[in-house]
C-alpha cells in the first residue's frame, strides 16, 4: 500500500501561480512512476502531467505545456506540480497518482488512468475570472 496526500490546492486570479504537493508514504516512493490528474464537475478525470521514476521523463497534457510543471524529490518523498498563467478552465479537483513498482515499465510515463494504481483524497483548484 501506497498513501498520497496532497496539498496546497486553493483559490487564485486567473493568471496567477499554484504549487500543489504530493506527500507519499512507504520506504518505496523512489520506484514509483507518478502522475497527475484532474477532475470538473461533471466531466471524466483527465491526464494532466506524469514523471518517471528518477525524474528523468515527463509528460504534459498539450493545454499543461508551457504552464505546468511535474517534479519529484525522492529524498523528500513529494512530487510537485507548479501551476503559472491558470486559466477558469483549470479549476477542478487535482489527484496525485502512483503506479505500483510491480507491474511492467515498458513506457518511462503514463497517461492513463488504469495505468496508476494508488490514488491521494484530491485537492481543490479554483481559478477566478
Known amino acids: 500500500q501506497v498513501q498520497l496526500v496532497e496539498s496546497g490546492g486553493g483559490l487564485v486570479q486567473a493568471g496567477g501561480s499554484l504549487r500543489l504537493s504530493c506527500a507519499a508514504s512507504?520506504?518505496?516512493?523512489?520506484?514509483?512512476?507518478m502522475g497527475w490528474f484532474r477532475q470538473a464537475p461533471g466531466k471524466e478525470r483527465e491526464f494532466i502531467a506524469a514523471?518517471?521514476?528518477?525524474?528523468?521523463?515527463?509528460d504534459y497534457v498539450d493545454s499543461a505545456k508551457g504552464r505546468f510543471t511535474i517534479s519529484r524529490d525522492n529524498a523528500k518523498n513529494t512530487v510537485l506540480l507548479q501551476m503559472n498563467s491558470l486559466k477558469p478552465e483549470d479549476t477542478a479537483v487535482y489527484y496525485c497518482?502512483?503506479?505500483?513498482?510491480?507491474?511492467?515499465?515498458?513506457?518511462?510515463?503514463?497517461?492513463?488512468?488504469?495505468?496508476?494504481?494508488?490514488w491521494g483524497q484530491g485537492t481543490q483548484v479554483t481559478v477566478s475570472s
Open positions: 512507504g520506504r518505496t516512493f523512489s520506484s514509483n512512476a
Open positions: 497518482a502512483a503506479r505500483a513498482i510491480y507491474r511492467s515499465n515498458f513506457y518511462a510515463t503514463y497517461t492513463g488512468l488504469r495505468d496508476y494504481d494508488y
Open positions: 514523471i518517471s521514476w528518477n525524474g528523468a521523463n515527463t
